[in-house]
């Protein structure tokens, strides 16, 4: 099993969807989580963190669920804009509680 | 506000050369990484720094040497340039181990 697995999708949508993206991590000792987002030949840049109560930022909203181990990434309203591929990321207990990225799910939304 | 610089860009080397790819931060971050991303496996560690002076392997770090002689700088080695290692390759920095990472904008690598 995938230390962090993702759906690679696409989710094709249309402009002005809500598309939610879930991701599921095996190391229940996990204590740090986020979601990245990678364009097209461009470097991941930090989108949010999750935390454990659920935070919203904008049309974002990300949770966790620690009993089933999955962070959740809900994006509302979906922009053009929002076409990229998103990395869920955890932090792993190997190697020094190191950060482990998930493959990533990739999104496009259509006109 | 440069954050995190990489050098070069793009390259393309013969099988057997050596190269040397250079991170540079500006954000006195203690955490470093090297990472390789190619189609379909997603972002790969090949070795890491918590420290100036200290290195350590991540889990593809075969065929790289890696050194941190400065705290801003991260250097990644290919000694024999192998067509497998022909990749984009993301240096990365963080002020927490676990915190949220800052990456620079990748170095395009092809290995003929």
């Known amino acids: 099993r995938k230390e962090v697995e993702q759906d690679p999708g696409p989710f094709n949508v249309p402009e002005g969807a809500t598309v939610a993206f879930n991701c599921t991590y095996s190391?229940?000792?996990?204590?740090?989580f986020f979601w990245y987002r990678q364009d097209c030949r461009k470097e991941p840049k930090l989108l949010m963190s999750?935390?454990?109560s659920g935070n919203e930022d904008g049309r974002f909203t990300a949770q966790l669920n620690r009993a089933s181990q999955y962070i959740s990434l809900l994006i509302r309203d979906s922009k053009l804009s929002d076409s990229a591929t998103y990395l869920c990321v955890v932090n792993y207990n190997n190697a020094g509680n190191m950060l482990t990225f998930g493959g990533g799910t990739r999104l496009m939304v259509k006109p | 506000n440069a954050g995190v610089t990489q050098t070069p860009k793009f390259r393309v080397l013969k099988t057997g050369q050596s190269m040397t790819l250079l991170c540079a931060q500006d954000?006195?971050?203690?955490?470093m990484y090297w990472y390789r991303q190619d189609p379909g496996m997603g972002l790969r560690l090949i070795h890491y720094?918590?420290?100036?002076?200290?290195?350590a392997k991540g889990e593809v770090p075969d065929g790289y040497n890696v050194s941190r002689l400065k705290k801003q700088n991260f250097l990644l080695g290919l000694e024999s340039a192998a067509p497998s290692q022909t990749s984009v390759y993301f240096c990365?920095?963080?002020?927490?181990?676990?915190?949220?990472?800052?990456f620079g904008d990748g170095t395009r690598l092809s290995i003929l």
């Open positions: 954000m006195n971050h203690e955490y």
């Open positions: 190391n229940s000792a996990s204590q740090s």
């Open positions: 720094s918590v420290g100036e002076g200290t290195t």
């Open positions: 990365a920095s963080s002020y927490l181990l676990t915190g949220s990472q800052h």
């Open positions: 999750v935390y454990s």
